[in-house]
């Protein structure tokens, strides 16, 4: 239900784009979220952004990474810049949505998609 994608191996102080798209019938997505998980390491939320744009980041990210959506495509984005290596993990979305005017708001979780940044 939700396809993650974009990771990939990259140089410190590179950049990546990550994409997490929903699919079947959708009515709205009321907040999209970004995990991390290192190995070794606990689940980390890295940033957020609700219906109404109000954004939202880790400290660690602040200034480097940017969420966005496209409510057309609903599609969310996580734009990752001067990257290093502590952001290397398994990056997870997930997404609020509701399917129907009449149903419930039910929780998504994508595959993760892998990030590894070089030094």
């Known amino acids: 239900q939700l396809q993650a994608s974009g990771g990939g191996l990259v140089q410190a102080g590179g950049s990546l784009r990550l994409s997490c798209a929903a699919s079947g019938s959708i009515f709205s997505i009321n907040t999209w979220r970004w995990y991390r998980q290192a190995p070794g390491r606990q689940r980390e939320l890295v940033a957020v952004i609700t219906r109404l744009d109000s954004v939202n980041y880790t400290e660690s990210v602040k200034g480097r990474f940017a969420i966005s959506k496209d409510d057309a495509k609903n599609t969310a984005y996580l734009q990752m810049n001067s990257l290093k290596p502590e952001d290397t993990a398994v990056y997870l979305c997930?997404?609020?949505?509701?399917?129907?005017?009449?149903?419930?708001?039910?929780?998504?979780w994508g595959q993760g998609t892998q990030v590894t940044v070089s030094s």
């Open positions: 997930n997404a609020e949505i509701r399917r129907s005017r009449w149903s419930i708001i039910e929780n998504y």
